[in-house]
Nanobody, 119 residues
């Protein structure tokens, strides 16, 4: 599975962005999908994940209530809706699939997309 993220950019604090993760390969619908981020000088941080069929979602406390993960298996895509963005949300955001996502060990990673939140 190859993953490509879209939708990053510059946004003001309080604004919203929607990240997309486009996947290649027929097996996408069999994998859980997750999102991570890494800010400069910090470790990669787990944000959210969604089960293979979309029935179950999990969130890190840092984004619960502000971020929403979803997927559309018909489009081989995953999404992360980010609302009420804060400057501390500035980071490179990564899509991931398969493996042990909530343990930080997915099988597949995207290349990342930059999100910058200005104050």
């Amino acid at each position: 599975v190859q993953l490509v993220e879209y939708g990053g950019g510059l946004v003001q604090a309080g604004g919203s962005l929607r990240l997309s993760c486009a996947a290649s390969g027929r097996a996408f619908s069999t994998y859980a999908v997750g999102w991570f981020r890494q800010a400069p000088g910090k470790e990669r941080e787990y944000l959210a994940s969604i089960s293979y069929n979309g029935d179950t979602t999990w969130y890190a406390d840092s984004v619960k209530g502000r971020f929403t993960i979803s997927r559309d298996n018909a489009k081989n895509s995953g999404y992360l809706q980010m609302n009420s963005l804060k400057p501390e949300d500035t980071a490179v955001y990564y899509c991931a699939a398969g493996g042990l996502i909530r343990s930080g060990r997915p099988s597949y990673w995207g290349q990342g997309t930059q999100v910058t939140v200005s104050s």
